[in-house]
């Protein structure tokens, strides 16, 4: 029938449309899954330095601030480049693009949006747990 050659015809479209969509998602986890890594191990060495805030009299608010400051600020600074250069590969991959224009702007905001969630995250959780820390066992520890 008609509609099985038509099938049979998109099959192999079809197939790399998923496997490139398998692997874009893949690789989107492994984004959030890293900046989160990196950024939660960061801020929990810092727990000495926050200790040492905190013993001079920094209030905890203070130092949760700090570190979300710098740590979004790297975060930032990261999309803006990563969306740049997304903006420009995916000019050169068009031709493999069906239904997205290269360089979809709801494509790259809701993945920047994803990841700089996922950089937030990342920094408060460790950040309001190291201004809890009583500063003696801060300083102690090490």
């Known amino acids: ?9 998109l099959a192999q479209p079809t197939f790399l449309a998923a496997l490139l969509t398998g692997f874009s998602v ?6 959030v899954v890293g ?8 801020v929990s060495r810092r727990v000495r330095e926050m200790g ?12 949760v601030r700090l570190i979300l400051r710098q740590s979004l ?3 930032g600074s990261g999309l803006v480049l ?16 069906y239904g997205v224009a290269p ?3 709801a494509t790259l905001a809701g993945m920047a949006l994803l990841i700089g969630a996922a950089g937030f995250a990342a920094s408060y959780a ?17």
């Open 82 to 97: 990563g969306t740049a250069l997304a903006a420009i590969v995916s000019r050169g991959m068009s031709s493999l693009l």
């Open 52 to 63: 040492v805030r905190l013993a001079l009299g920094a209030g905890r608010a203070a130092v």
């Open 35 to 42: 900046v989160y890594s990196v950024l939660s191990f960061a």
């Open 1 to 9: 029938t008609m509609e099985q050659l038509v099938e049979r015809t």
């Open 26 to 31: 893949l690789a989107a986890i492994l984004a």
């Open 126 to 142: 460790p950040a309001r747990r190291a201004s809890l820390v009583d500063p003696v066992v801060a300083l102690r520890d090490e």
């Open 103 to 105: 360089g979809d702007p």
């Open 73 to 75: 600020v790297l975060v």
